[in-house]
């Protein structure tokens, strides 16, 4: 295994334990869901404030669904 591949093993691991959403930027479910409870109610809003979703994009689907969630908990 080299070590780039051991790193993201390690990020992923990482990911599971501090409910991290974004490994890439670090950014955790309740860092999103406190910004969409602070009024960013969409994608964009919030990639711009917790800078989820910003470099890799792969999270981007499990950071939507946790927008919808947030809102639809909220109603
Ligand atoms: S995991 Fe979120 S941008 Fe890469």
Redesign the pocket.
């Known amino acids: 295994m080299d070590k780039r591949q051991r790193y993201i093993e390690q990020k992923a691991e990482q990911a599971k334990i501090d409910g991290v959403?974004?490994?890439?930027?670090q950014?955790t479910e309740r860092r999103i869901r406190k910004a969409v409870n602070a009024g960013h109610r969409r994608f964009v809003s919030v990639k711009r404030v917790t800078e989820?979703?910003?470099?890799?994009?792969?999270?981007q689907p499990f950071v939507e669904d946790i927008i919808a969630d947030t809102i639809k908990r909220r109603k």
């Open positions: 959403v974004c490994v890439c930027k950014v989820a979703s910003s470099s890799c994009g792969l999270c």
